[in-house]
T-cell receptor, first 115, second 112 residues
Framework: AQSVTQPDIHITVSEGASLELRCNYS??????LFWYVQSPGQGLQLLLK??????LVQGIKGFEAEFKRSQSSFNLRKPSVHWSDAAEYFC?????????????FGKGTKLSVKP | ETGVTQTPRHLVMGMTNKKSLKCEQH?????MYWYKQSAKKPLELMFV???????ENNSVPSRFSPECPNSSHLFLHLHTLQPEDSALYLC???????????FGSGTRLTVV
């Protein structure tokens, strides 16, 4: 079955430091991959997505992610973290291709930013 | 405002009450979803509606009853809930695979 693993439950970084959040997926075909962010008490906001083509994708808020098929990974990165980036981040995969699919989420990684 | 509106934002209900959660989208999407988000658990897909037809019921107890009267509105009717049903209930909509899902801000449900 398709699945998404986010190995890190909680990460703390200093403001201005670089960030990498890990995501590994399990899926037989080429996956459709997403990163979402959730601020406290809010819904999820789409940061970026990957379907095909260039394996380095750019998203909103200065985030990027790189798809690595050989490692079954889709890690999220940001060169310099801002205090407002403190939130929970979810990696997700669509369970099958076609005209409609269902998103399966990882357990999330909570990001704390220290001054 | 994301384009998906959920009401109410907060709800406290007793185990014998009946209440409904509402979700509305005017994005022209053809699919709508209910997710449950509990502490320390991954987001759980509950129901999927595609063009108003339910295409997935992810083994959800019958005390949760969805309704999709049209492609813009989705309800979740609740009755005789348990305290463990307390969670954030998120609604989302989508148009095909490539755009991802657009989520509402959720309803924080507390069952007492």
């Amino acid at each position: 079955a398709q699945s998404v693993t986010q190995p890190d439950i909680h990460i703390t970084v200093s403001e201005g430091a670089s960030l990498e959040l890990r995501c590994n997926y399990s899926y037989g075909a080429t996956p459709y991959l997403f990163w979402y962010v959730q601020s406290p008490g809010q819904g999820l906001q789409l940061l970026l997505k990957y379907f095909s083509g260039d394996t380095l994708v750019q998203g909103i808020k200065g985030f990027e992610a790189e798809f690595k098929r050989s490692q079954s990974s889709f890690n999220l990165r940001k060169p310099s973290v801002h205090w407002s980036d403190a939130a929970e981040y979810f990696c997700a995969v669509v369970t099958y291709g076609g005209s409609q699919g269902n998103l399966i989420f990882g357990k999330g990684t909570k990001l704390s930013v220290k001054p | 405002e994301t384009g998906v509106t959920q009401t109410p934002r907060h709800l406290v209900m007793g185990m014998t009450n009946k209440k409904s959660l509402k979700c509305e989208q005017h994005l022209g999407h053809n699919a709508m979803y209910w997710y449950k988000q509990s502490a320390k658990k991954p987001l759980e897909l509950m129901f999927v509606y595609n063009f108003k037809e339910q295409t997935e019921n992810n083994s959800v107890p019958s005390r949760f009853s969805p309704e999709c009267p049209n492609s813009s509105h989705l309800f979740l009717h609740l009755h005789t809930l348990q305290p463990e049903d307390s969670a954030l209930y998120l609604c989302a909509s989508s148009q095909g695979l490539t755009d991802g899902y657009t989520f509402g801000s959720g309803t924080r449900l507390t069952v007492v």
